[in-house]
């Protein structure tokens, strides 16, 4: 009995560690997705709009899902470097230059979460580490 | 931008007048490399704006909204647009025509103007008053303002309106029928 009472004290403290610590990973992405809406409004939404439908033959949507699931880890370097490789988006070929962001990497990581998560996507979190590797490989 | 005089009613009581800002002659080359004069906008209303294409912070925007009051008049010929780039050094009129077809515009009744950096600057601070400078230490190279500027037949400043807020943008799409009304007269 008193061994079961044991076991099961360490067995719930475990899950509570376990749960207290998702949450708290919840929450951390639950700001990351926040902030990065308002770094969205204030530095992206001018040329990819208010729903991320794009400007024209401007700036493209950030609507592709396929395209987004694909490319998540080139994500860092596009917008911190900025970016001038013909893209297909929706099928359509877009030729244009996106500006480079000269943002900390825990900015990065909120724009991410928040593009990533929004429009249509659902792709989840990202971590700061993550960003810090994807900025290893850019071109 | 309005201002206003004293004036001498014709029953010779006082009263006061507005005094409208006049564009003055312009030549400018458009996208087609084609020189434009004022001529072009004869009997017409127009918006008038400066921007560059390579501007990547209120440019957009505006031009964003600018398109939706395009499209609002697309079937009107009595409104025209005319878009002037202050970027002297880059927006050559290819450049400003590649700009026009990408934004979807390309056409006689949006024009896209270069011209040399003094008739350019003249006509925004002087004419327009829109105010535009080259700053060396702007990460673009340029500031300048989003208004929209709205020319009468007479070629008069009627309103100038913020290119990148929203209600007025809407203001300046109300105000354009009303215009329009009053030239009918």
Not at chain 1, 9 to 19: E, P
Not at chain 2, 119 to 133: Q, W
Request: one cysteine or more; charged letters at 25%; hydrophobic letters at 35%.
């Amino acid at each position: 009995m008193r061994k079961l009472l044991i076991f099961s004290t360490v067995l719930l403290t475990l899950i509570s560690m376990l749960y207290s610590c998702q949450t708290a990973e919840k929450v951390e992405q639950d700001a990351y997705y926040v902030n990065g809406r308002d770094i969205y409004i204030a530095q992206c939404q001018n040329c990819h709009g208010e729903k991320g439908e794009g400007l024209a033959e401007l700036s493209p949507p950030i609507t592709d899902t396929v395209w987004m699931k694909k490319n998540r880890s080139l994500l860092a370097c596009i917008i911190k470097h900025g970016y001038a490789t013909p893209v297909t988006i929706h099928g359509k070929v877009y030729e244009g230059k996106m500006p480079d962001f000269n943002m900390a990497d825990i900015d990065l990581t909120q724009i991410i979460v928040y593009v990533t998560n929004t429009f249509g996507h659902k792709q989840g979190k990202y971590t700061t580490e993550q960003v810090a590797k994807d900025l290893q490989n850019c071109k | 931008m309005r201002d206003t005089k004293a004036i001498k009613n014709s029953d010779g009581s006082a009263g006061v007048d507005t005094v409208y800002q006049t564009i003055p002659a312009f030549k400018l080359l458009n996208q087609d490399s084609v020189y434009i004069t004022n001529e072009h906008f004869k009997n017409k209303i127009y918006i008038a704006d400066f921007f560059f294409t390579s501007c990547n912070t209120i440019c957009p925007i505006m031009h964003r909204n600018l398109k939706k009051i395009y499209g609002k008049f697309a079937d009107n010929p009595d409104v025209m647009f005319l878009s002037h780039t202050i970027d002297f050094k880059y927006d050559t009129p290819s450049r400003l025509k590649t700009y026009a077809r990408k934004l979807g515009v390309d056409g006689p009744k949006w024009q896209f103007v270069y011209g040399p950096k003094d008739t350019v600057y003249g006509l925004a601070t002087k004419s327009y008053l829109v105010s535009v400078e080259a700053d060396s230490t702007d990460k673009q190279g340029y500031v300048h303002q989003g208004y929209l500027v709205l020319i009468d037949k007479d070629r008069r400043i009627r309103g100038a309106y913020d290119g990148t807020n929203p209600e007025q943008v809407a203001q300046l799409e109300k105000d354009i029928p009303v215009l329009l009304a009053e030239d009918k007269k």
